[in-house]
């Protein structure tokens, strides 16, 4: 083996270990992890399969073998940057509803505790038979938004 | 004999025409426990129909999978101190008279999780055979893994105990997939676990969680990857520690 696949191969390796380790201390998601095992599994792949780099390199076109990796890296790069963007992306989106959500309900939860405020009469009771069959869970549900 | 507070956690999804139905059913089976809908972001009108059926109902603000849902429903028991939790699907898949068996292993304290197996005589269910295939892998991994004879890994009819669900409601709660890897996990914690037969309907429109080829691989996959987590993992510190909602 040359010295560059030696490298390579240690280093995806490592790379799978981290990862793995991470996983298992649940500070990395299963989900989340499936893109970095997979790219190390490539490396690995490509560095130990006797012909595998040579083939690459001549798809690619004439390019060193070793240039392979680099390039393979830019791949890998390019994908995570992308996953990352659809990630945040959708995190987005549900913060947004989440925080709307709150408000939502903060609103709610302050004109329950004003109704429920000793003077009143009249106008509170006037909303309906269905007000008290809501309460408990609109409560809990307040309560539960402010968790 | 002590009264225990009983809630039955339905996830639901998409299920306004038949909630009604699963509620009714669970209502009349168990009149004495408290039932909580979890609308898992639902487009249709699944949570109108749920309280309009008599439910108590929390609505999360988007869709994020059965183990979520599932979740929400073990920390709601946990605020208002429930004693015993059973799960029981929205679609009505599962039959509500079984209930009663699966409460009776955890009132009599024989185990702390009762899941009901549909493999066990109770009831002719029968599944497509891909995912056949894999319930039977999953099922006799399970059974290697632990000591017990797990025939249904990915059974959503369970009664869970006080304890059980406390430790659900921390991070240990796989909420991607609870299957065979919910087992293991309880079983390394050093919970008790039976199976308890019970009759399960096939869906009638044939839609379920794992349909097609690539999505069992998939499961499969992810299955295996969180079996071997569970196995490298510790948690039985967790069932010391309080919850961290």
Sequence with gaps: ?147 | METRKILVVIPAYREEAKIEGVIAGVRANVPQADVLVIDDGSPDETAIMARRAGALVASLPYNQGYGVALQTGFKYARRHGYDIVVQIDGDGQHEPRCIADLLAVIQSSQADVALGSRWLGAGDYKGPFLRKFGKVFFASLATFLTDLKVTDPTTGFQALSKEVVHFYCTHVYPVDYPDANVIIMLRRAGFRVAEVPVIMYRSETGQSMHAGILKPVFYGMKMMMSIAMTLLRDDRGLRREGPHV
Excluded: H
């Excluded at chain 1, 393979?72 to 509803?97: A, H, M, P, W, Y």
């Excluded at chain 1, 408990?136 to 938004?145: F, L, T």
């Design chain 1, 1 to 147: 083996m040359s010295r560059p696949q030696i490298l390579i191969v240690i280093s995806a390796v490592l790379l799978l270990a981290f990862v793995l380790e991470q996983v298992r201390r649940r500070r990395l998601r299963e989900e989340y992890s499936w893109i970095w095992l997979l790219t190390a599994a490539g490396y690995l792949l490509v560095a130990l399969v006797p012909g595998l780099i040579e083939w690459v390199s001549g798809a690619i076109g004439s390019v060193r073998p070793t240039s392979v990796f680099a390039f393979l890296g830019l791949v890998f790069l390019f994908l995570i940057s992308i996953q990352f963007s659809v990630q945040i992306s959708r995190l987005t989106e549900q913060n947004k509803d989440l925080a709307q959500q709150i408000a939502i309900l903060d609103s709610e939860l302050g004109r329950l505790s004003q109704a429920q405020a000793p003077a009143t009469t009249g106008p509170d009771n006037e909303r309906g038979g269905s007000i008290p069959a809501e309460l408990p869970s609109s409560q809990e549900n307040a309560e539960r938004a402010l968790d």
